[in-house]
């Protein structure tokens, strides 16, 4: 009887001990370091474990997974919503949010952008080993050490400040080299999530399984690689922005996503180790700034002179769509380059549409029409026309080509589906999400990709032929495509969400069809049946431009190491591009989505032109103590400001009138609030301040503004001149935006431009009115 009663009780404690375990999570805890006792002094992390082991009452007492110190002062920890409660209000505790789950934002470029060898580009950057070395930190999925992009031939030897490591893992991670000279994993996070790492899927080191991170890492800072394709699409020598960079890779990106504190902890890391950029191609969506993950670490990061690169996120076109939308992040949109890969769906009725294609298998359609169907009329699926797994009857497709619609699932899958059903073939057709956006895949069956409007005449002509057929031909490169760049259908859009005040994007990058290094363990449309390896691969995505304007910030700290990541942000900024080939500002940027022009919302200041960034003239220059203070104009509580600068020495001044539009920000962006709706209404006026700083030589810049589609408002500019006899010299103007009340939902657009004849330092403008 007693026996049986201990082992009664046994059984309930293991049970209580298992049902505390299963309702804990993940949570960042902010700690305040001024208010750490001084018998911790030497050990900060003795300190945040007495923090945990003080509310931690239940067994298994909850576990901590990473101590910050660089990017954050805190740690994580597996908490119960009580503990997690009851740590917020202990001593010295700034804050404690849960977890947030990240995902991946997912040559001919150098050329298009304007460095490709010559005096153009190796005059941007020193040979390396000068003290202008520079290391970009990418935190995605990790590398494929084998790839010749990380060929370190030319490169002198690792500075002697680097800190970084090379972990193995358990994958017999090759070892660094003067070009990949650091590599770590991180997961804690994800491990604690999702339960222990599945090796036979995934490596437990810095290896990259999926392609995405080295493909990122490739494209920042890959050194040059000959008679480098995919199949022999976009043919010829694959570099990164900054050839002659160094790459750190921390691998924070899993099968399951990206966890905040596994990407904390890279970041602590690649900042400690001594990198200069840090990129970043994920996102979580926008959230406040004090709960922002990577915001949080961003700022520590730029407090400590490194710039941070995150891709805007592939939302679009939808408006209001942006990640990591925080002022001192360096947030980066996607256009496309002036290359395509044609294909040429031919019906028989002898009509020709133009789509693209990277189809290079051994069983090519023949070149007489054979039967298509459209996968609507060839499922008992509601959905059938998107061609979803084990949606197609196999009778109705075998050996046709099948049209699909895009969306929902991936599009090399809807091949994969077309292909195990028997089709012989896919015509995959854009939706009005995508409009005539294109986007090249490696099929596993021969396809085309198609806009909206040719994928409505092939379904029409399906529809009204009795007996309708087809055959599709993949025709190779071409460059030279006008117009280019146009703003991707994917990329994200503001106005910003957290902050309407200041513009997101900053800019677009390269970010469609881009080829760069791939991994060793994956096919490039990343699907399991993919049995097919290459050594690059062509991939589309924020993700990609992420790493274009990464590896042009890397150029531009080698090129003027003293500048501050705000002041190679400013230069990229006030240098890009809004029109085509200089031509006049009734020329401007095109969205692939609309086939119309695109705005600020979509292309922040523009696109980015690093040749002119090298020599911006003049800078908006920006420091820790103007990030708190656009904080204070947010009203933020002092706790709250200390959970994103990490300290409570920050604190807003009561005398003080703190105003978002004091950020020395090289944009503007004008958020009216409007009384009603009927366009009447007083005139309101909105002031902005700005300082510009001398990087160029002696001269005078003149203002002068332009307005689109901004009926009603009037922008004046105090002084309209600026004389700058010295480097280094800073000059304020003041900027007046008076409107009447529009309509609710009314948007406006401009540009205010100073220039001395030489340099043209450019800034968006961008009215809302709510």
């Known amino acids: 009887m007693l026996r049986a009663l201990l082992l009664a009780l046994a059984v309930a404690a293991i049970a209580v001990a298992a049902a505390a375990a299963e309702k804990r999570k993940t949570y960042i805890v902010h700690m305040a370091k001024s208010a750490m006792p001084a018998e911790y002094a030497d050990d900060h992390a003795e300190w945040y474990g007495a923090s945990l082991r003080s509310v931690s009452a239940s067994t298994p007492a909850a576990k901590m997974l990473y101590a910050y110190d660089t990017v954050l002062h805190g740690f994580s920890a597996r908490l119960t919503p009580q503990e997690a409660s009851d740590l917020a209000s202990a001593d010295g505790v700034l804050a404690v949010n849960p977890e947030t789950l990240y995902e991946l934002h997912t040559t001919r470029t150098p050329e298009f952008l304007g460095i490709a060898g010559g005096d153009a580009g190796q005059g941007l950057f020193p040979q390396s080993g000068t003290a202008a070395d520079v290391v970009v930190g990418v935190l995605d999925t990790g590398a494929w050490p084998e790839s010749k992009s990380y060929d370190d031939a030319g490169l002198a030897e690792v500075p002697a400040w680097w800190k970084g490591a090379c972990e193995a893992g358990a994958s017999g991670f090759a070892a660094c080299n003067r070009k990949l000279v650091g590599a770590r994993f991180f997961s804690k996070g994800y491990e604690a999530a999702m339960g222990p790492i599945d090796t036979d899927r995934e490596s437990r080191s810095p290896r990259d399984d999926d392609g995405h991170g080295t493909h990122t890492s490739s494209t920042a800072a890959g050194a040059a690689v ?375 919302f979509d292309y922040g200041a523009g696109h980015v032109d690093p040749a002119r960034a090298v020599d911006p003239g003049l800078v908006y220059d920006l420091g820790t103590r103007d990030y708190v203070d656009f904080l204070c104009a947010l009203k933020y509580s002092s706790t709250m400001i200390a959970a994103v600068a990490r300290s409570r020495e920050y604190a807003c001044a009561e005398n003080k009138t703190y105003s978002v539009g004091s950020l020395n920000y090289p944009s503007f962006s004008v958020a009216y609030s409007t009384a009603n709706g ?27 503004t332009s307005l689109a589609a901004a009926k009603g408002v009037a922008v004046d500019v105090e002084p309209a001149e600026l004389e700058f006899t010295s480097v280094g010299e800073k000059k304020s103007y003041t900027v007046r935006f008076t409107s009447k009340s529009q309509p609710s939902g009314t948007t406006g657009f401009g540009r205010l431009v100073w220039s001395d004849g030489k340099h043209s330092v450019a800034s968006p403008m961008a009215f809302t009115w709510t």
């Open 678 to 704: 009927d366009g009447g209404g007083d005139s309101t006026t909105v002031t902005h301040t700005r300082t510009l700083t001398n990087v160029g030589g002696v001269g005078t810049y003149k203002v002068s």
């Open 226 to 600: 000959p008679g480098a394709s995919l199949f022999g699409f976009a043919a010829g020598t694959a570099r990164g922005m900054a050839p002659r960079a160094r790459v750190a890779v921390y691998k924070v990106c899993w099968l399951g996503g990206c966890f905040s504190s596994d990407i904390l902890a890279g970041m602590d890391a690649a900042v400690a180790d001594g990198c200069s950029v840090l990129s970043l191609s994920l996102g979580g969506g926008a959230a406040d700034y004090s709960r922002d993950s990577v915001a949080i670490g961003a700022f520590a990061a730029t407090e400590q002179n490194v710039l941070v690169s995150c891709s805007a996120g592939n939302a679009g076109p939808g408006s209001s769509t942006l990640s990591n939308v925080a002022p001192w992040i360096t947030t980066v949109g996607a256009g496309t380059l002036d290359r395509d890969f044609p294909a040429y769906v031919v019906l028989g009725d002898g009509k020709n549409y133009t789509g693209v294609s990277l189809y290079s298998g051994n069983k090519p359609l023949p070149s007489a029409p054979i039967p298509i169907v459209y996968a609507a009329n060839a499922s008992n699926s509601t959905a059938g026309s998107l061609c979803m797994p084990g949606t197609l009857t196999p009778e109705k497709v075998s050996g046709k080509i099948v049209v699909c619609n895009r969306g929902v699932s991936a599009r090399v899958q809807k091949g994969l589906v077309v292909r195990d059903a028997g089709g012989a073939g896919m015509v995959l057709s854009n939706t009005a999400a995508n409009g005539q956006e294109l986007v090249a895949d490696a099929h596993l069956l021969p396809a085309a990709g198609v806009g909206e409007r040719e994928g409505a005449a092939i379904k029409s002509y399906v529809a009204s032929d009795p007996n309708p057929t087809a055959t599709i031909v993949v025709a190779g490169t071409q460059v030279g495509v006008r117009p280019s760049p146009v703003v991707a259908a994917f990329s994200s859009r503001g106005p910003n969400m957290v902050t309407p005040e200041i513009l997101k994007p900053d800019m677009i990058a390269p970010g469609v069809n881009i080829l760069a290094a791939w991994t060793g363990k994956a096919g490039p449309t990343g699907l399991e049946a993919d049995t097919r390896r290459v050594g690059f691969n062509i991939i589309s995505g924020t993700s990609m431009s992420c790493p274009h304007v990464s590896g042009l910030a890397a150029l531009l700290r080698s090129a003027h190491p003293e500048w501050s990541p705000a002041a190679v942000r400013s230069a990229l900024m006030t240098t890009a591009y809004a029109s085509y080939s200089g031509g006049p500002s009734s020329s401007p940027l095109l969205d692939a989505a609309t086939g119309a022009a695109a705005t600020p």
